[in-house]
T-cell receptor, first 113, second 111 residues
């Protein structure tokens, strides 16, 4: 089944403890992206990647890192999480090297205390 | 920056009614996308619009790419309970790779 998977789905952590949220897609998509969703703000793009080893900042990249070493994986890294990074995070991918027509993962709900 | 303004923020309608929502921007967009998010899930693409003036349907859904390229509309006809969710408009920013989303329209359908 064609899909985008994220792990973990739920995570509660403490301020400053490094964490990684994994994202994987099995559709051979070139484009991958991370978003955060907060009430009343819609989805805001954090980082995106047009292909392996090619990443760029989105709208709200501060406090986040990404890497794209393989086509199928695009992990999101929070080196020192803070409470304002409490949010619902979505990974997405799309065919080709543009952001059109993205397929979204199921989301990761992160709470930083 | 290029902000997308969606309205209304929320709608409460009776099953069978038609629904209309829109998205506007102060900047020109070359592509408009409409997504739906069911409770507890990720957004799913409903309709993609690539040309000014384009009118596209997907079942009971119809979306239009405004002639000015600064707005788009989504209509749902004869709503049913499974239409419940949040509807987002979206479009690529200056290049084709970073996306802007509206804040969403939350739709509630009463049986």
């Amino acid at each position: 089944e064609a899909q985008v998977t994220q792990n973990p789905r739920y995570l509660i952590t403490v301020t400053g403890k490094k964490l990684t949220v994994t994202c994987s897609q099995n559709m051979n998509h070139e484009y991958m992206s991370w978003y955060r969703q907060d009430p009343g703000l819609g989805l805001r793009q954090i980082y995106y990647s047009m292909n392996v080893e090619v990443t760029d900042k989105g709208d709200v990249p501060e406090g986040y890192k990404v890497s794209r070493k393989e086509k199928r994986n695009f992990p999101l890294i929070l080196e020192s999480p803070s409470p304002n990074q409490t949010s619902l995070y979505f990974c997405a991918s799309s065919l080709g090297d543009t952001a059109y027509e993205q397929y979204f993962g199921p989301g990761t709900r992160l709470t930083v205390t | 920056g290029q902000q997308l303004n969606q309205s209304p923020q929320s709608m409460f309608i009776q099953e069978g009614e038609d629904v209309s929502m829109n998205c506007t921007s102060s900047s020109i967009f070359n592509t408009w996308l409409w997504y739906k998010q069911d409770p507890g899930e990720g957004p799913v693409l409903l309709i993609a619009l690539y040309k000014a003036g384009e009118l596209t349907s997907n079942g009971r859904l119809t979306a239009q790419f405004g002639i000015t390229r600064k707005d788009s509309f989504l209509n749902i006809s004869a709503s049913i309970p499974s239409d419940v969710g949040i509807y987002f408009c979206a479009g690529p920013r200056y290049n084709n790779n970073d996306m802007r989303f509206g804040a969403g329209t939350r739709l509630t359908v009463k049986p």
